[in-house]
């Protein structure tokens, strides 16, 4: 029997990889001869990095970089398997844990360091770059990523403006000609599990300004300056991306990255899954085990389970998922493929205590599971003869 287990993180308790670990555990608590493949999952955010090392082999690399506030942060990325691709998180340099609580202002965060990680991954002649963009603690639009690359942001006297959002209302011109040639034929694709524009009551700034420090009057100003930046960008681009879906993932990071850059916005659930190469293990598995920290109807739109779920039903294969907890809605799923929900608690537990046990408490879940699952074989072999 193979069985391929494919979870997310329980966010605040364990990554992906110590999931699939856990259930794993729980599986051979059955049988230690059922085969088991671990395919740690992500949708972009934080755990990217580490997910796809873990599925695709390869290292992860240590980077000093410039973190949020302009300040130094050790960071890093991963090299996979096959020494041609590198995975970045943008949370790993410009992400809100970064930033203490009271120093949360988005008129002045930058994704500077993020394009340093894209220049490091250049340094070692890497020209596939696959860049996770949850997380982030700013809205910049990616000119911080933008100016580590080269490329300059100038007031209309021709001064270099100063990083941050804030400021991108005295934006005169943009100069790409010092833009890293290296970047010529790279393969960009930004892992993206949000499908909101760059500017708008939806965007950037109106939607995930707030939890980033900015004020109504700071999400305005935001915007305003956005929009400006993003007229300016299609003067020198000759195209206006501003309404594309994702384009305001990460404060604009992800305009940003498909205007200057030319990168490909994904699901990134879809880039795991590619990366992976997850169908050459699920086509011939008996059964596939996903999970994540909560289960409700939002799985359903650009999460892990959902997508491991899509690789399970095109080759007919039975897919669970073991959560943390089912919240309503999650029933909904049961229309789109998933053949069971569980819960890993067991009876009344408080939120803290359950995220401490949680290895134990996936163990014990995947263990009744597979019981299950093989005490129904047994019964239709039974029928069959």
Do not use: W
């Not at 856990?22 to 580490?50: C, K, W």
């Amino acid at each position: 029997m193979k069985v391929v287990i494919a979870p997310d993180s329980f966010k605040g308790s364990l990554n992906a990889l110590e999931v699939a670990k856990a259930i794993e555990r729980g599986i051979h608590r059955v049988s230690q001869g059922i085969i088991t493949h671990l395919v740690p999952m992500a949708d972009g955010g934080e755990g990217t990095v580490a997910a796809l090392v873990a599925a695709a082999g390869g290292e992860i690399i240590p980077a000093g970089v410039t973190g949020p506030l302009g300040g130094p942060v050790e960071s890093y990325f991963g090299i996979l398997g096959d020494r041609e691709t590198a995975v970045i998180e943008m949370a790993a340099a410009s992400g809100l844990p970064l930033v203490p609580i009271n120093e949360r202002n988005p008129l002045y965060t930058t994704t500077y360091g993020t394009g340093e990680l894209i220049k490091r991954a250049l340094d070692r002649g890497i020209k596939k770059i696959i860049i996770g963009i949850g997380g982030s603690a700013t809205n910049d639009g990616g000119t911080g990523m933008a100016s580590a690359l080269g490329i300059r942001f100038l007031d209309v006297d021709g001064i270099e403006l100063p990083p941050g959002g804030g400021h991108l209302d005295r934006l005169y011109s943009i100069d790409v000609s010092g833009l890293d040639p290296r970047l010529q034929g790279a393969d960009i694709r930004v892992a993206c599990d949000v499908t909101n524009p760059l500017c708008g009551p939806k965007g950037a700034s109106a939607i995930y300004g707030p939890q980033k420090g900015a004020t109504p009057e700071m999400v305005a100003r935001l915007d305003k300056n956005l929009a400006h930046y993003a007229e300016v960008a299609a003067g020198v681009t000759g195209m206006d991306v501003r309404e594309m879906p994702g384009a305001g993932a990460a404060g604009g990071l992800g305009f940003g990255l498909v205007a200057l850059l030319g990168a490909k916005l994904m699901p990134g659930v879809q880039i795991v899954l590619d990366a992976a190469k997850i169908d050459d293990l699920v086509h011939y598995a008996d059964l596939v085990v996903t999970g994540e920290g909560q289960t409700d109807r939002q799985t359903l739109f650009g999460k892990a389970p959902a997508g491991v779920a899509a690789v399970a039903n095109k080759y007919d294969i039975p897919v669970v998922c073991l959560s943390g907890g089912l919240a309503p809605g999650a029933e909904e799923l049961y229309e789109h493929g998933f053949s069971g929900l569980f819960s890993i608690t067991e009876g009344p537990i408080g939120l803290e205590q359950a995220m401490s046990e949680a290895g134990p408490l996936l163990e014990r879940a995947a263990e009744r599971i597979i019981r299950l699952f093989l005490a129904g074989r047994k019964n239709l072999s039974k029928q069959a003869s």
